[in-house]
């Protein structure tokens, strides 16, 4: 008899179950949630968030984090302003916005790689400057641009389908082949995963983080071009509000491991999708704006977390949790349950790694020292 191969599910499945059943239940309320005009509205919408994604995850995935993507909207797009009432032609304008968000890109990524200074502290200190430099430079006043061809990256379509999201179909078929089907894409993973393990077989910490952080500020600047396209204008408050948030959140909320080493581009793009869908969803349905950060935040850990039961053994997974939750009171020995994973701890310990990923119970945090 030939061995049987045991069938699992790819890693996006989970939180793809989540954003049908969202859908669905926005469809159920609205009405018309699912016609073809509001699925593209709701991609159109999001095509900044995915962007900005599809970046961040190449960060998140070397257990590094990029706090100034949502600034570098702005810097991008006055940039780009600027460079059009300056002469430049269109695409040489898009071209500026995307080598502006590369400067922070590689500033953030030789900073981090040289010295000792966390990510978090770096890239705090770049959304400062790249959010107050376009303020500084337009006085707080939007730069407004008539011309079409300015705003043809983001407001032109091909047939029924807007430019931008073409643009953002084209990021996303070359990141998910870089990460997938490269040499560089397969250092990132180790790096994220045991950096000191990654050191010593070789690989180039310092390079592959650089690079890291500088496709995290190319796409974007790419995503600022978009977005000023969309506006007509170089807006310097532009992803002032809860970009940032939302494109962290849809990585993560796409599987990426906020620790490194694990998720792939098409779970970030499906994570930033749920945020999109949520944000159009709530609107749609008259939402007030105070309410729909809280309703979009309980719904993302909801949906982390049934990803990470799905992942840790499903049905069963989920009661070993269970039972591990009512033996904490009861000093019972720690056990294991589905996928190796403990389900008892002695009392006054917390439980790690309950729903954590398969194989990874246990285990130290990975070394992020060069």
């Known amino acids: 008899?030939?061995?049987?191969?045991?069938?699992?599910?790819?890693?996006?499945?989970?939180?793809?179950?989540?954003?049908?059943?969202?859908?669905?239940?926005?469809?159920?309320?609205?009405?018309?949630?699912?016609?073809?005009?509001?699925?593209?509205?709701?991609?159109?919408n999001a095509a900044v968030i995915i962007l900005l994604s599809l970046g961040e995850a190449f960060v998140l995935l070397i257990a590094e984090i990029d706090l100034s993507v949502g600034s570098v909207l702005a810097l991008s797009g006055v940039g780009m302003a600027e460079a059009f009432n300056a002469g430049?032609?269109?695409?040489?304008?898009?071209?500026?916005?995307?080598?502006?968000?590369?400067?922070?890109?590689l500033f953030n990524g030789v900073v981090v790689a040289y010295t000792r200074i966390p990510s978090f502290i770096v890239t705090f200190a770049s959304?400062?400057?790249?959010?107050?430099?376009?303020?500084?430079?337009?006085?707080?006043?939007p730069i407004y641009i008539s011309a079409p061809s300015f705003s043809f990256i983001g407001q032109e379509?091909?047939?029924?389908?807007?430019?931008?999201?073409?643009?953002?179909?084209?990021?996303?078929?070359v990141l998910a082949l870089v990460l997938a089907r490269t040499v560089f894409g397969s250092r990132v993973y180790a790096v994220g995963g045991n950096r000191e393990a990654a050191r010593l077989s070789g690989i180039r910490i310092r390079r592959v983080v650089i690079?890291?952080?500088?496709?995290?500020?190319?796409?974007?600047?790419?995503?600022?071009?978009?977005?000023?396209?969309?506006?007509?204008?170089?807006?310097?408050?532009?992803?002032?509000?809860?970009?940032?948030?939302?494109a962290i959140a849809g990585a993560v909320v796409g599987g990426v491991s906020l620790f490194g080493g694990i998720g792939t581009i098409l779970?970030?793009?499906?994570?930033?999708?749920?945020?999109?869908?949520?944000?159009?969803?709530?609107?749609?349905?008259?939402?007030?704006?105070?309410?729909?950060p809280l309703v979009v935040g309980v719904v993302?850990?909801?949906?982390?977390?049934?990803d990470s039961v799905l992942r840790s053994g499903g049905l069963a997974g989920l009661g070993d949790l269970f039972r591990s939750w009512a033996a904490l009171g009861r000093g019972d020995q720690t056990?294991?349950?589905?996928?190796?994973?403990?389900?008892?701890?002695?009392?006054?310990?917390?439980?790690?790694?309950?729903?954590?990923?398969?194989?990874?119970?246990?285990q130290e945090p990975a070394n992020v020292a060069d």
Request: aromatic share 8%; net charge neutral; charged share 10%.
């Open 88 to 105: 430049f032609s269109a695409p040489g304008a898009i071209l500026v916005a995307i080598a502006l968000g590369g400067v922070v890109g």
């Open 300 to 306: 993302i850990l909801v949906g982390v977390a049934v």
């Open 157 to 173: 379509t091909i047939g029924p389908v807007p430019l931008p999201l073409v643009f953002v179909a084209v990021v996303f078929v």
């Open 1 to 44: 008899m030939k061995p049987q191969r045991s069938r699992r599910l790819p890693r996006e499945a989970g939180i793809l179950a989540v954003w049908v059943a969202i859908m669905i239940v926005f469809s159920s309320l609205s009405g018309h949630f699912f016609t073809e005009s509001d699925i593209l509205n709701l991609f159109l």
């Open 127 to 141: 959304l400062g400057a790249a959010s107050s430099i376009p303020l500084v430079i337009t006085q707080a006043v």
């Open 335 to 362: 056990t294991t349950g589905t996928g190796g994973a403990p389900v008892l701890a002695t009392s006054g310990k917390v439980l790690d790694s309950a729903v954590g990923q398969p194989g990874t119970a246990g």
């Open 211 to 246: 690079w890291c952080f500088l496709v995290s500020g190319l796409v974007a600047g790419f995503a600022g071009a978009i977005e000023a396209g969309r506006l007509s204008s170089g807006y310097p408050t532009a992803g002032s509000t809860t970009e940032l948030f939302d």
């Open 267 to 292: 779970g970030a793009l499906i994570g930033a999708v749920i945020v999109g869908t949520l944000q159009q969803g709530l609107d749609v349905l008259n939402v007030s704006t105070y309410w729909q």
